[in-house]
């Protein structure tokens, strides 16, 4: 078991290495970070969508 100390902290919103769910192949771009998709495995219906939860939402409503 490695010492906890010499592990270097991951901030939780962005991980060092992001693979495609798909394909398993390392992702580079933020979008395809985001959406854990690479372009050439994201479908019409992958390109936008938003997770539940991660809209915005504007301020004084
Ligand atoms: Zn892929």
Redesign the pocket.
Known sequence: MPDPALIPPIPPSLPPTVR?R????PLHDPESRILR??R??RGPDDSVRVLPGEQDTLPGL
């Open positions: 495609c798909r394909c398993g192949r998709l690479g050439e495995c």
